[in-house]
């Protein structure tokens, strides 16, 4: 560490030096956060920055696919074809029979990755703010009941897969209690919902386990004054405990819609590759990726990117999705917003001040 | 106020002091118990079929009765037989995720300090970007870095595939962003007071770091290398892609491709074997951390 980093740590104003820094906000501790913060930036950029930018330029390109007129022989390496993996969605569809008719593949896995998503996090929502509300009020057998639902969230996808494969078996357990003969896993509506039940067992707990972490922060004398006032127990549900816990459920409730979009294993290790009811974005992206055109694999999995980056855009502007949770940050974005609107109502140009503020106390 | 000076007796006070049990009580107290007893056979039904399911005999993998009869343990030698090449991927799975979970830890740890108690510029982008990472889908880097690991770049002839960094260095992509989230939230807890006082006392930032901060932390780094451990582990997608060849499986893509030891039909008894063989030292991990774990999960809530 260094000698000059090391001076200033931790909240110290720096001796007033008759140049003031030009950002009071960094306080003289940048250098040492640069050489803490690098190493991991470092690695971010080589595993993430550079391949997405290598993806974008791989979703411009594409194989030789059609034989060269002078030599009749197909060449090797790509061409670039702009845009095109990604209108001949459009131009040559490549029609595959699904839950939604007879249309083009990546078509079919978007709608695919839309269903999914919406109906897993609707149920896994409820069934886990539900989850949470009883071990609220549990007295006894917290701890067992904590570690019982661990248990889905321990188990490795794959293995959940292959565990609801058997129990979805033509001839397995689930037909057995329900005394029907459904085939889940023959690339059908029913094994859409197979794939949602597995996916709901897995991830209803850790929603569960989430918004009892937000419950437990509701100060009982809150619920206590609305008894007073007269409150039924669903007027405090409503009134009380669900604005309360709103923060903390739209996290988990972000990140598992960002989670479902993405999913791959589940479907792929309990129905198969090739299941055009139950194929995913990403799925789909992968079979390409295997087959080696480059091209079109990124172009699908910049869909996909594109999407998820709309939904957690939507997330955090509509609902308000705290995810980044850090006061300081959310303080100095505050008061930028209330400058700004100060300036506005003033009728002067935005003049944002550098800030001071540490710990989420506003200071103008 | 003693007994004797209040209007109340001590035989009232007492029958005000009992709890009221009347019948929304008991009904109260009845549908927490219900509740919990769906909760715990909601989370262990599926996982108690797969553990019934290992220990039929291998001819019975479809059988349905709740119970094996007869119980049979040959289905656990036949995950390790040779065809299946399990034991090389648990100890490839083992690697892995110790060297993700270790690199990660190193890096994680000084990144996490700086986001949590230094103030900076950008911090809010960093912060954006690193939760931005981990919300990502991973397909979007597969595709270039397979191009990369093959060897398919001109700028870059090497052949990565089947390799141990082939594997490891993908993880980091999603492993290094949730190993910072969770650690700057238990950065965060610990009060700031502590290395203040540290420093009054003489020492520099950096002893006050290794000294006052890392072992109250150490608990938290504990639960987040677990956590990461955990996520690197169940990991399938970036297995399955640089690993292809039987002898760099990882213990998930073996249980996806596992063929088994008996016959053609799919030997669902060896399958849950593996599954059970593969779960239960997590989930013994899980149960004994428990706490930690929760607390970890619900600090970061990431993943």
Same mark, same amino acid.
């Given at each position: ?364 | ?30 549908? @927490?118990? =219900?509740?919990?007893? #769906?909760?715990?056979? $909601?989370?262990?039904? /599926?996982?108690? +079929? &797969? ?91 597969? @595709?270039? =870095?397979?191009?990369? #690991?093959?060897?398919? $770049?001109?700028?870059? /002839?090497?052949? +990565? &595939? ?109 399958? &849950? ?31």
């Amino acid at each position: 560490m260094s000698q000059g980093a090391a001076t200033t740590i931790a909240g110290n104003t720096p001796p007033v030096t008759e140049k003031r820094k030009k950002n009071l906000l960094s306080d003289g501790q940048g250098t040492l956060a640069g050489f803490l913060i690098s190493p991991t930036m470092l690695v971010i950029l080589f595993v993430v920055g550079i391949p997405i930018l290598l993806s974008l330029r791989e979703s411009v390109f594409r194989k030789f696919t059609t034989p060269d007129p002078t030599t009749g022989m197909i060449p090797e390496g790509e061409s670039f074809v702009g845009l095109q993996n990604f209108t001949d969605i459009f131009a040559h569809p490549q029609a595959v029979d699904g839950a939604w008719g007879n249309i083009d593949r990546l078509i079919n896995s978007f709608l695919n990755v839309t269903f999914f998503t919406i109906i897993c996090v609707a149920i896994e929502t409820v069934i886990g703010v539900a989850m949470a509300l009883i071990m609220a009020r549990a007295f006894r057998g917290k701890g067992f009941v904590r570690a019982a639902i661990l248990v889905p969230w321990a188990i490795p996808t794959i293995v959940s897969a292959r565990m609801w494969g058997l129990i979805f078996d033509a001839d397995g357990v689930m037909n057995k209690i329900l005394g029907q003969q459904i085939l889940w896993l023959a690339d059908n509506s029913y094994s859409q919902w197979a794939v949602i039940i597995a996916d709901t067992w897995k991830t209803a707990p850790f929603i569960g386990l989430l918004t009892l972490a937000g419950l437990q922060t509701i100060p009982s004398d809150v619920y206590e004054a609305a008894r007073v006032d007269g409150a039924n127990a669903w007027q405090q549900f409503v009134r009380i405990t669900l604005p309360m816990v709103k923060p903390a459920l739209v996290v988990a409730v972000l990140f598992r819609t960002l989670d479902t979009m993405r999913m791959f294993d589940l479907p792929w290790g309990m129905i198969g590759q090739g299941k055009y009811y139950v194929e995913t974005i990403s799925m789909f992206a992968y079979i390409e990726n295997n087959q080696l055109r480059y091209g079109t694999a990124a172009a699908y999995s910049l869909v996909l990117f594109a999407y998820i980056v709309l939904v957690a855009f939507i997330f955090i502007r509509l609902l308000g999705a705290d995810v980044i949770g850090d006061e300081e940050t959310r303080a100095i974005t505050e008061q930028r917003k209330r400058q700004k609107a100060l300036a506005k109502a003033e009728n002067r140009k935005t003049k944002l001040a550098k800030t001071t503020i540490t710990s989420g106390e506003f200071q103008s | 106020m003693t007994a004797a000076t209040s209007h109340v007796t001590a035989a009232e006070l007492a029958a005000l002091n009992k709890p009221r049990r009347d019948w929304r009580f008991w009904l109260g107290k009845t549908g @927490i118990f =219900l509740g919990m007893t #769906f909760i715990i056979l $909601y989370c262990i039904a /599926p996982f108690y +079929w &797969m553990v019934v399911s290992s220990l039929r005999l291998p001819t019975m993998g479809r059988d349905t009765s709740f119970w094996p009869n007869p119980v049979s343990f040959e289905n656990y030698p036949a995950v390790f037989d040779p065809i299946n090449g399990f034991g090389r991927a648990l100890v490839n799975s083992v690697i892995v995720s110790l060297s993700t979970t270790l690199v990660t830890l190193l890096f994680g740890i000084l990144a996490a300090y700086a986001l949590a108690r230094l103030r900076f510029r950008f911090k809010g982008i960093v912060l954006a970007v690193i939760i931005g990472c981990s919300m990502f889908p991973g397909i979007t880097l597969l @595709i270039p =870095l397979f191009k990369m #690991f093959t060897g398919a $770049y001109p700028w870059m /002839p090497i052949n +990565w &595939m089947n390799t141990y960094q082939a594997l490891i260095i993908p993880s980091l992509s999603f492993g290094l962003p949730l190993c910072v989230w969770n650690l700057t939230a238990f950065f965060r807890q610990l009060p700031v007071e502590l290395e203040q006082a540290a420093m009054v006392d003489g020492c520099t930032p950096g002893q006050a770091f290794r000294k006052v901060i890392l072992p109250l932390a150490a608990p938290g780094v504990f639960t987040t290398a677990i956590i990461t451990f955990i996520a690197v582990w169940n990991e399938f997608m970036i297995a399955l892609t640089f690993g292809t060849q039987q002898n760099m499986y990882t213990a998930v893509v073996a249980i996806s491709k596992f063929t088994g030891a008996y016959g053609f039909d799919t030997p669902w008894g060896t399958i &849950m074997a593996a599954g059970v063989l593969v779960t239960v030292p997590l989930i013994i991990g899980v149960l004994i951390f428990q706490r930690r774990i929760v607390a970890g999960l619900t600090a970061g809530g990431v993943k």
